[in-house]
């Protein structure tokens, strides 16, 4: 009897990521030509969970006209930014059985642009990418160059954003699947970010483990070595690389849909929260992105029960 409840457990768990895809997930992500009223932007991207890529919301930001590597290295080449770097442009990412946080170091911005032009050479792969408003606190330089938040999103959603970050890396820098509680407003100001989502509803082949936690840490030699954090708790998180999936350890992700799409120069994602994510980039793509904390409303509590069930019933 027991198992014939957790056998029909999981059949309503399998069924369930295509039901919610035919009511509200999109086949490919939208676009709108043009920001839209704090009203529209609730009731049609927000409250439903549906990601938009927006065009003309950035071009009143001098930005779009000035950001190149050699502008950033005239306005704040010497300011010191925290740069994550990895021997395979993977920060946050599993490795073998471990959990792998980037070996951070504290570099000019000058630095990074170097390596950027090829100016230079630095081991491994660097990911301007620290994400505590890293705009705001270490290159205020750059903040009269934009706004300081998204007026419609701030009004729509009633609060200004958490965090206010800027990304800048070379294109081997990739962010692994994963999914944060922020409504995310990621603007490209130069280059094009390659997003591969799924819907929340996905999590159910979605698979999550239990990973040690480690760090790179960069010896004087330029190579790299693996530490633990022994202090640290086993993080969950997804082992699959949605490029490369493997199938034969995780078949049930073959029934995960993924969406794919660019966001070029000049447009704005709208990437709901929960949304799983996988991000590439082109060489020395610069942008910035305004992180709003969700709503812990029944949406989330819901979601909180998928995952739950998908664990409880040992889907992965
Ligand atoms: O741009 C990236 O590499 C990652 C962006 C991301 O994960 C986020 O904005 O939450």
């Not at 190149?68 to 073998?96: N, Q």
């Not at 980037?102 to 000019?108: I, K, M, Q």
């Not at 490369?244 to 966001?263: E, G, K, N, R």
Request: net charge negative; glycine share 4%.
């Amino acid at each position: 009897m027991a198992d014939a409840a957790l056998d029909a457990v999981r059949r309503e768990l399998r069924e369930f990521p295509a039901a919610a895809r035919e009511l509200s997930v999109p086949l490919a992500v939208p676009y709108l030509d043009k920001p839209p009223g704090p009203l529209h932007f609730y009731r049609d991207w927000v409250c439903p969970n549906r990601p938009c890529i927006i065009r003309n919301a950035l071009q009143h930001w001098p930005a779009l006209q000035k950001w190149s590597l050699p502008y950033l290295r005239a306005t704040a080449g010497s300011a010191e930014v925290s740069v994550a770097v990895t021997p395979d442009g993977y920060a946050d990412a599993v490795r073998g059985d471990r959990f792998v946080m980037p070996a951070e170091r504290r570099l000019p911005l000058s630095c990074v642009l170097d390596v950027l032009e090829g100016r230079a050479q630095h081991p491994g792969v660097l990911y301007v990418q620290k994400q505590c408003s890293n705009l705001l606190t270490e290159l205020p330089q750059l903040l009269p160059d934009l706004e300081p938040h998204v007026p419609w999103a701030s009004e729509a959603l009633g609060k200004m954003p958490d965090a206010v970050n800027f990304w800048l890396g070379e294109a081997a820098a990739v962010t692994s699947l994963h999914k944060d509680h922020y409504e995310n407003l990621y603007c490209v100001v130069s280059g094009e970010k390659h997003f591969l989502l799924h819907p929340p509803s996905d999590r159910p082949f979605i698979p999550y483990e239990l990973y040690t936690p480690a760090t790179y840490q960069l010896t004087k030699e330029g190579s790299f070595k693996m530490v633990d954090e022994e202090a640290m708790e086993k993080v969950p998180w997804i082992p699959l690389d949605p490029l490369a999936p493997d199938l034969a350890q995780y078949p049930s992700y073959s029934q995960a849909q993924a969406l794919h799409c660019t966001v070029q120069t000049g447009e704005m994602l709208y990437l709901p929260a929960l949304w799983f994510h996988h991000v590439q980039q082109s060489h020395g793509c610069m942008a910035v992105n305004f992180w709003y904390d969700m709503e812990y409303d029944l949406k989330y509590s819901y979601f909180q029960l998928l995952d739950s069930l998908t664990k409880a019933s040992g889907l992965n």
